[in-house]
């Protein structure tokens, strides 16, 4: 299948990024190197997008850090970007809204651009090009997420029903996970993402590298090295603002995570 | 007290080819444990890649194993890469490395030892002084016959030690003198069979104490051949080598399924020259 013809993607991840590592950093590699594998996808960009500070998760440091921290760790790629957009708004913001606003954004995007391609003067057109390979193709978002991301679907109250339809519908989800664990009997397990499994792609991490950012977090408060673990430039950072301390881990130590506590009256969504 | 900590240089061996980020972690991890004994300080690392003559399948050139290694440690402002063993035209013994580099930590810490001593009457700078001055007898850091001696530790993975038991790979000889007048730091992963393979093997268990076990509890298995199966799959291995590296590996199109048929059914090059050795019957277990 021609480069051409392929369907654009931008993935979009959301988390804590509470710090960055060289494994949220993977993920994006990753879920790339499987699209383009299928043939059908062309990855265009790729979106990191920090939680704002009132999800409530315990050991979540400002915002203004994460999202500093994020920049430096994607300071080398050149098709990853960090977007503040979900760290900036007033209160939590559901993932299903995140992915429709940068839905929307890609979407004015590519209205711009077909605007522009067609007022170009028709000998502007280089010879040979044709007016089909002229036309952007709107670009499909879909969410990144680890397996693990995928799980708490089932966690009560933490998810609305109806958006983890919109998500798997409408937008597709990439999901890494790591060697000798297989979500797919999980997804077999619910009706409505065997539904909709053709727009779950899985993606097996072979190569495993578990970098998790709480266990991140507890060496810096030990004085234990992270080195090659997350990116140097995170490292200088971190040190030089004092971000994670005992202290920082406490922070909303024994609350209800935002979404819990928006969604205590609902059902289980994905239980029978 | 800080004056009798043993220096320590750590020291791994292996082919590194390429370099990962978990070959630079264990250095890392194996710091931080030996300073939380309050016993060690870890004052260098060396990374020594392993020289052609090895024979191992897939292993390219060590001019290029060298330099990646170099890349990878750029930013290291305690691990190093010292290449004597790549040079060597035949493949030496990991025990001639690491006496190799005792010698050489010895003769720096005498030479250093010499440079620190304050007599009474010193040459130099010192003969301007006033007559009268009172010149510490004392050396400002320590004095020989308190301080103990440095030492150089083979730093490995869990794989490394195991390896202690394929028949013909090691010289019984060897592994002995290594845990008993070296030491073996070995990283691994949490859930190991290492203290078992310890228990198992009188040699080893004699010197355990000379065995320092570490665990690696943040998973990450970044082996080197599966960063070559990547590579020859077109697949991407950012973050998972030093970003110097992989441009390095890029530019120079270093792994290929042609480089990885290299050396493809020699013998490894420590099993060719123990075969013979009857001594070799012995057994670790």
């Known amino acids: 299948v021609r480069m051409k013809s392929r369907i654009p993607v931008i993935l979009l991840a959301c988390g804590s990024f509470n710090p960055t590592t060289n494994m949220h950093m993977r993920l994006f590699e990753l879920a790339r190197d499987h699209l383009h594998q299928t043939g059908q996808y062309q990855v265009i960009e790729g979106i990191m997008s920090p939680v704002s500070d009132n999800y409530g998760k315990k050991g979540l440091v400002s915002a203004r850090h994460r999202v500093a921290m994020a920049k430096l760790a994607l300071e080398t790629s050149d098709w990853i970007r960090v977007d503040p957009w979900e760290s900036e708004q007033e209160t939590w913001t559901e993932t299903v809204k995140v992915l429709r606003h940068h839905y929307n954004e890609s979407l004015r995007v590519f209205q711009s651009k077909k605007e522009f391609m067609r007022n170009k003067h028709p000998t502007e057109r280089s010879t040979g090009e044709s007016l089909s390979c002229q036309q952007p193709v709107l670009p499909e978002l879909k969410l990144l997420c680890g397996a693990d991301f995928l799980q708490t679907f089932k966690t009560p109250n933490l998810w609305k029903e109806e958006d983890i339809k919109e998500i798997v519908e409408k937008f597709g989800l990439v999901c890494i996970s790591r060697a000798g664990s297989d979500p797919s009997q999980y997804i077999q397990e619910s009706d409505l993402l065997s539904k909709f499994q053709h727009n779950i792609f899985l993606v097996r991490e072979w190569i495993q590298n578990e970098i998790s950012a709480t266990q991140i977090r507890s060496a810096l408060c030990r004085g234990l090295s992270v080195k090659y673990l997350i990116p140097d430039s995170v490292i200088a950072y971190i040190a030089h603002h004092n971000i994670y301390t005992e202290e920082s881990e406490r922070k909303n130590e024994g609350d209800l995570l935002q979404p819990l506590k928006l969604h205590n009256t609902t059902i289980n969504p994905l239980s029978d | ?285």
């Not at chain 2, 900590?5 to 444990?33: Q, W």
């Not at chain 2, 090895?54 to 890349?71: C, D, E, F, P």
């Open chain 2, 1 to 285: 007290d800080p004056e009798r900590k043993t220096e320590v240089v750590l020291l791994a061996c292996g082919s590194f080819n390429p370099i990962t980020n978990m070959h630079l972690r264990l250095f890392e991890l194996a710091k931080d444990y030996l300073h939380e004994t309050g016993k060690y300080k870890v004052i260098k690392g060396i990374i020594s890649p392993v020289g052609d003559a090895y024979k191992k399948k897939g292993l390219i050139s060590a001019n290029h194993r060298v330099t990646m290694a170099k890349l990878a440690t750029k930013n290291s402002d305690w691990v190093e890469v010292d290449d004597w063993e790549s040079c060597q035209s035949e493949w030496l013994e990991t025990l001639k490395v690491l006496r190799y580099h005792h010698q050489k930590l010895l003769s720096a810490d005498v030479t250093n030892s010499l440079e620190d001593a304050v007599p009474i009457t010193k040459l130099g700078r010192k003969r301007k002084q006033e007559p009268n001055r009172h010149e510490p007898i004392k050396k400002k850091n320590r004095s020989p016959v308190v301080k103990s001696v440095p030492q150089v530790k083979l730093l490995c993975g869990s794989d490394m030690l195991e390896s202690f038991g394929i028949p013909n790979l090691w010289k019984l000889e060897d592994i002995t003198e290594i845990v008993e007048k070296h030491g073996l730091v070995c990283i691994s992963r949490a859930g190991n069979n290492v203290q078992k393979f310890i228990y198992e093997s009188d040699i080893l268990w004699r010197y355990k104490n000379n065995i320092h076990l570490v665990e690696e509890w943040i998973t990450n298995d970044i082996s080197s051949t599966k960063i070559r199966r990547a590579l020859r799959r077109g697949q991407s291995i950012r973050y998972l080598v030093p970003d110097a590296v992989r441009a390095y590996i890029e530019k120079n199109k270093l792994y290929s399924p042609e480089s990885e048929d290299r050396n493809a059914g020699v013998v490894l090059a420590p099993l060719q020259k123990h075969a013979s050795d009857s001594k070799n019957s012995q057994a670790l277990h």
